[in-house]
């Protein structure tokens, strides 16, 4: 695979008019479905291959803008591999740069070919299943940000509801719910499926 | 103009986006935002990709863990769970009934259960996002009133004024069918959007196809397919293949956008004016003529003005309610 064609450019500054091949709206439907789903791959390749764990939010981060960026661009045909070859170039581009400490070894990077053909996530989760995984992601959350999104999903409550139950004030619920929204994601997306009936 | 710099993502940690991301979702879950908050949102989503896709991922989380419902005590009144999921939920006690749904980008989102026919509608610059129990949604422009009936056999909803974008779940079961005074479109899988004005209707099919119809059958229907935009005028009737990505780009209000690409200048000032409490009055035709292409946030009509000024070289009067634009 030529890694050039999978370059993504990183001039951001990008109008939502013209030739774009994925039009800007249509980007954040391309971007749940197919980007997200190999969140915990992602993750996987970063954490793998980046010695500063405390980076890697920021690294997937670059990695999503640039994806997304090109996707307005051009079409993208196989959406794991541009998301790795991607987050490969953004590695390689910032241990070029010098202003970080190398990771231990370029030859890490093959983890990226074995990655590639390595069976995805499943894309055609089963509702059961997706319900233990939302169970389980539940079960991670913080105490109080888990009873909130209790309440909320499961409980239908108001945040006046929410509030009163759980003597805090209507202002603090939806500061729990934020923590709550972000643990979520990354306990679905971040982290590797947990095995049945329990978490990894 | 273009706002999709990266400035704020070289200086805001990922972490910190995240948490704004996080806290615009809690604002979106509380219910209608006030006018300034939605511009404030808009503003802060077309201000960086980073942003949005922060956004995107967090409100992708938060729309997954709508499947928790299932965890709901199901009360004994309930058995019936035969038939297709939505559909028997839609017949079943609030107890099971779907909770709030995922905020949409930008305005409200409201949940339609299985009812007689209710009215939703948006005021002078305002918008909404309607999801049907079933998942299709319906997002309201600017100054829209629609009806909707959602029964076990069908879904309806009369577009009585304004603008709405449709992204219908197909089901040849249950038909979704949308009724414009004497005209309506039955949807063959698809999104699309229709805009009611008093002396015109236009209807335009992003993705998929649908049938525009005559609500007495008088005529032939038309399938409209992917691209095309239908206008009714009076009697006049014709369809215009502007392809689905132009498409896409008018119905950038979605996403708070107005997307002008060569649009003269009277055009985008009518447009604006859709939106906005200060009126943009471009005075002289010649004026009027002059073409634009950008994108502006919906709200912003003072960026619009700096370009007529800046860039077109046109003379602006800014006066209490209106902004006036000569050559």
Redesign the interface.
């Known amino acids: 695979m030529d890694e050039n064609s999978l370059e993504p450019s990183r001039n951001g500054a990008r109008s939502m008019c013209t030739d774009e091949v994925m039009a800007a709206s249509e980007v954040e439907d391309w971007f749940v479905r197919k980007v997200l789903p190999l969140e915990p791959l992602l993750m996987h390749f970063l954490r793998h291959n980046w010695r500063d764990q405390s980076d890697i939010e920021d690294l997937r981060q670059e990695v999503y803008v640039r994806v997304c960026e090109a996707a307005q661009r051009k079409a993208v045909e196989s959406p794991k591999a541009f998301v790795l070859a991607t987050a490969r170039n953004l590695i390689v581009d910032r241990v070029r740069k010098g202003n970080v400490v190398p990771i231990d070894a370029v030859s890490d990077l093959e983890v990226l070919d074995v990655a590639i053909d390595a069976p995805g996530p499943d894309q055609s989760v089963m509702a059961r299943q997706e319900l233990e995984r939302l169970q389980a992601a539940l079960d991670q959350l913080p105490a109080r940000a888990k009873q909130v999104v209790v309440l909320r999903r499961i409980g239908d409550c108001s945040g006046r509801e929410i509030a009163a139950r759980m003597g805090i004030s209507e202002a603090t619920v939806w500061e729990y719910l934020a923590d709550g929204i972000r643990a979520l994601a990354n306990a679905l997306y971040s982290e590797d499926a947990p095995k049945r009936g329990g978490r990894p | ?2 706002f ?3 400035s704020s ?1 070289k200086t805001e ?3 910190e ?3 704004k991301a ?2 615009w ?3 979106h ?2 219910g209608a935002l006030s006018q300034s908050q939605l511009q404030e949102f808009d503003a802060w989503m077309a201000s960086s ?2 942003n ?3 956004y ?3 409100k ?3 729309s ?9 005590p199901v009360k004994p009144a309930s058995s019936s769970t035969t038939g297709k999921q939505f559909w028997s939920r839609a017949k079943a006690p609030m107890s099971v009934a779907f ?2 749904a995922a905020c949409l ?1 930008g305005g409200a989102t409201y949940m339609v259960r299985d009812s007689g026919p209710r009215t939703f509608a948006t005021g002078f610059g305002e918008r909404k996002v309607l999801k049907l129990a079933d998942g299709s949604t319906i997002e309201l422009n600017t100054d829209t009133s629609v009806r909707i009936s959602v029964t076990q056999n069908s879904r309806r909803v009369w577009l009585d004024r304004g603008e709405a974008y449709f992204k219908v779940k197909h089901d040849a079961e249950h038909a979704f069918t949308v009724t414009m005074g004497d005209r309506s479109v039955t949807d063959l899988g698809t999104q699309f959007s229709i805009r009611r004005e008093p002396e015109s209707l236009t209807v335009s099919v992003i993705q998929g196809r649908v049938l525009f119809d005559t609500v007495n059958r008088s005529k032939t229907p038309n399938l409209l397919t992917a691209g095309d935009t239908a206008v009714v005028a009076g009697d006049a009737f014709f369809v215009r293949k502007e392809g689905a ?1 132009k498409l ?2 008018k ?2 209000w ?2 708070g ?1 107005l ?3 060569q649009v003269s200048l009277a055009d985008a000032a009518a447009e604006f004016n859709r939106y906005n409490d200060t009126k943009i009055v471009v005075q002289d035709r010649k004026a009027a003529r002059r073409t634009i ?3 502006f946030p919906i709200h912003n009509v003072a960026e619009f003005v700096d370009v007529a000024q800046d860039v077109l070289k046109l003379h602006v009067d800014k006066r209490e309610h209106e902004i006036v634009i000569s050559e």
């Open positions: 103009m273009n999709e710099t990266n993502a940690s990922a972490r986006i995240e948490q996080a806290l979702l809690t604002v879950e509380r990709l980073a949005r896709v922060a995107w991922r967090l992708a989380a938060w997954r863990s709508e499947r928790l419902v299932a965890l709901r909770v709030l980008a990505h896409v780009e119905a950038a979605r996403h956008m997307v002008f690409d292409g950008a994108t």
